[in-house]
């Protein structure tokens, strides 16, 4: 096998062997070698945060006369290119890596600094220029919440809308469906099957306030808080002029934390977001596990929902088709359940002035927002928008339900009510038929207090 072609590079410290081809440097390659962990890389919208934040750095460095304007020109034109996504094959960095994430840090310093030194044809360093009054342990943390926010903001937002119309939808055409309630997994009084979506509509819209409340104290950043947040080596209002920058490059609201020892210590608005995340999976796990037990069948399920049939279900029954788009849903929040566990016990190991979890807390948080959109959007349109409710089987269930008696307690009592459904579920009756078979009531009065429209 031929040797790979090669440069030499070098770092503070000391040459180093870099593929002849590629945009990054030393340090980078060293980080390549030092971690043959995972497949893991940092995300794409990782990447367009930290290209963010290096322009936002470099026109703030330039406005404070510490970088030259061709230098700082030649560092935005770079760091717009890795915006862009052109160089996102040179994010070679493993998740795995060092604490603090310095290796990526490193990586996107050396991409933007050979992209600027290429146009300017003049020396542009990765540290002395592109991380400029900034360190990894400002940066990264900042990176993890610019991209969230966005991610948040621009993706799971807009798709949790849409999947409260579509349930709002359903929960309005069935607002006059009637089925048995369930609770214990056992037959209860009456609901409609609207009254069930549009609970679930309003549980996912709960669940989206509460991730846009976390998103206040995400939009507050880091940066400028360099190496132990004291600031040290970034001028006076560094942070709060990055975060103003990156609110026009990007269009949503940041700020420069209050007290950045909040920051990088300690990760807990991180914690709150996936928190928040958490709950929205476990809502979204109950909804299509309900659906699920509604739409299992055909013969012997409890047969409420007709399930859209969107492949084969069996290798080996011919047929069968099963509720895959719930399974899905089920299993992305079992996953992003598993993230906020991973992020809940690394923000915890914070010390004193530094979390060294930081790059396995991004992961987590960008794959679990990443996994909640492109699954509540599957969710909403392959199987909400187009279930169907087996209204025959749901009315004929509905008349069979020996609790129905539940209604007649205030007129018979609750022991007489009791031995009216145990004989009407003895011996496959309905509740109208024993009542009629004891003389217990009139016919009207039976029709009256037995009215579904009424009970719910």
């Not at 600027?116 to 044809?121: L, M, P, V």
């Not at 947040?229 to 920058?245: K, L, R, S, Y």
């Not at 003895?426 to 029709?447: A, F, H, Q, W, Y």
């Amino acid at each position: 096998m031929n040797k790979k072609e090669t440069r030499i590079e070098k770092d503070s410290m000391g040459e180093f062997e870099v593929p002849i081809d590629a945009m990054y440097g030393a340090s980078t390659a060293r980080a390549i070698e030092n971690f043959p962990i995972s497949d893991l890389k940092f995300s794409r919208s990782f990447i367009r945060a930290l290209g963010e934040i290096k322009k936002a750095c470099a026109v703030v460095n330039q406005n404070n006369q510490l970088l030259d304007k061709k230098i700082a020109t030649a560092i935005i034109d770079g760091a717009q290119e890795v915006i862009s996504g052109n160089h996102d094959k040179d994010f070679v960095v493993d998740i795995f890596q060092t604490g603090s994430g310095t290796s990526t840090n490193m990586n996107a310093n050396e991409i933007i600094a050979k992209i600027a030194s290429d146009k300017t044809g003049e020396s542009i360093h990765p540290n002395d220029h592109v991380n400029m009054s900034q360190s990894s342990n400002d940066v990264i943390p900042t990176a993890t919440n610019v991209a969230a926010v966005i991610d948040v903001t621009e993706g799971l937002i807009p798709e949790l809308s849409n999947l409260i119309s579509l349930l709002n939808e359903k929960a309005k055409q069935w607002e006059k469906v009637y089925k048995n309630g369930r609770t214990h997994l056992m037959d209860a009084t009456p609901v409609s099957l609207g009254q069930e979506f549009s609970g679930y509509a309003d549980l996912i819209n709960e669940r989206m306030g509460d991730i846009k409340a976390s998103l206040d104290n995400v939009q507050k950043l880091a940066i400028g808080g360099t190496a132990v947040g004291t600031g040290i080596n970034a001028p006076n209002n560094f942070g709060a002029d990055v975060a103003n920058e990156l609110q026009s490059s990007i269009g949503i609201p940041f700020k420069e934390v209050e007290n950045h020892f909040t920051r990088q210590g300690s990760r807990e608005e991180v914690v709150h977001l996936s928190s928040a995340l958490k709950a929205l999976a476990v809502s979204l796990f109950k909804i299509a596990n309900d659906i699920r037990w509604m739409g299992s069948g055909p013969v012997s399920g409890l047969g409420d929902l007709k399930i859209p049939a969107l492949q084969p279900g069996s290798s080996i029954m011919p047929g069968k088709v099963n509720p895959v788009i719930p399974e899905m849903m089920m299993q992305v929040s079992a996953q992003v359940i598993g993230n906020d566990t991973t992020i809940t016990f690394s923000s915890a190991n914070g010390n004193f002035e530094l979390n060294t979890m930081l790059p396995v807390m991004a992961h987590n948080l960008l794959e679990s927002i990443a996994l909640l959109t492109t699954g509540v959007c599957v969710f909403g349109e392959k199987l909400i928008k187009d279930l169907e409710a087996n209204t025959e089987k749901l009315n004929e269930d509905t008349q069979k339900n020996s609790i129905l008696v539940t209604a007649l307690v205030p007129k018979l009592g609750y022991d007489v009510a009791a031995e009216l459904a145990k004989e009407a579920m003895e011996n496959g009756l309905t509740i109208k038929d024993v009542l009629l078979s004891k003389e217990l009531m009139s016919e009207g009065d039976i029709d009256d207090l037995l009215d579904i429209e009424k009970l719910i």
